[in-house]
């Protein structure tokens, strides 16, 4: 188990063209994989919007996250008042928790939860301003499955994902 | 109905020299069930009234913590 880590002498910010993304690896192949080969080009096409933590003295990239909007099919979940006003064609949109990864060497130190809570905070100010009403995740393993689902996420439909709902994140953020 | 023949199995029926003659339509998978306590929790979603639970809101503390203390 690594020690917590020193969160005084770690950034966050937006995914920067330079930034060393190829030496990264948290263990996951898929999300490595990801991270290698299709993480700058949708963060510069905004089809996905990608935070990176660094080490403040030698800029090297410990974890990221990424979200993007999906649409939800509406028939995944159940009809309810809270979403009515955005359903269109049978789909809802929801902002989408897509991808997070910590380097491997560094893992069990308390990253993952902070770029976790970094992404509810954006979908709570995002609820605020724009009403959007779900975050959505797929968790890769059980134990992931497990661990949110401490967290008020819920597990929905048939496609294995899971949600949290706008209140519980803004009731979050304000102490509510 | 094959009224005036004899009554085919229903293999014979749909498939004869490799021509489909009534496709029949496929068995719709069954729905998962959904367990009372997902079902509860869903609920309570859609309801919006779910209390952050407590684990979330010592995770999202230590993070308004570690922020507030860069900001300083």
């Known amino acids: ?176 | 109905m094959q009224r005036g023949y004899p009554r085919m199995e229903d293999d014979m029926a749909t498939h004869i020299s490799g021509w489909t003659l009534f496709p029949r339509a496929k068995p719709k998978p069954p729905k998962a069930a959904v367990s009372p306590a997902v079902r509860d929790a869903l609920d309570k979603v859609f309801e919006g009234r779910v209390e952050p639970s407590e684990k979330l809101r010592e995770d999202y503390r230590r993070y308004m913590d570690i922020k507030r203390r860069k900001a300083a």
Request: glycine residues 10%.
């Open chain 1, 1 to 176: 188990m690594n020690l917590p880590l020193d969160f005084n002498s770690i950034s966050l910010r937006l995914l920067a063209d330079d930034c060393p993304l190829g030496g990264f690896s948290c263990g996951e192949k898929e999300i490595d994989e990801w991270v290698h080969r299709r993480a700058l080009t949708r963060h510069q096409g905004y089809k996905a919007r990608v935070k990176t933590a660094h080490d403040d003295e030698s800029g090297d990239l410990l974890g990221l996250y990424s979200l993007t909007l999906i649409l939800e099919r509406e028939r995944e979940l159940r009809s309810s008042d809270l979403f009515k006003s955005f359903i269109q064609n049978g789909y809802i949109p929801t902002l989408h928790f897509e991808y997070l990864g910590v380097c491997q060497t560094i893992q069990n130190g308390g990253l993952g939860k902070y770029l976790t809570l970094d992404a509810i905070a954006i979908f709570a100010d995002m609820a605020e301003h724009t009403g959007i009403p779900l975050l959505t995740l797929f968790p890769l393993t059980e134990r992931l499955r497990a661990y949110y689902g401490e967290r008020n996420f819920v597990s929905y439909g048939s496609n294995g994902r899971m949600m949290m709902s706008a209140e519980t994140a803004i009731r979050l953020r304000d102490g509510g």
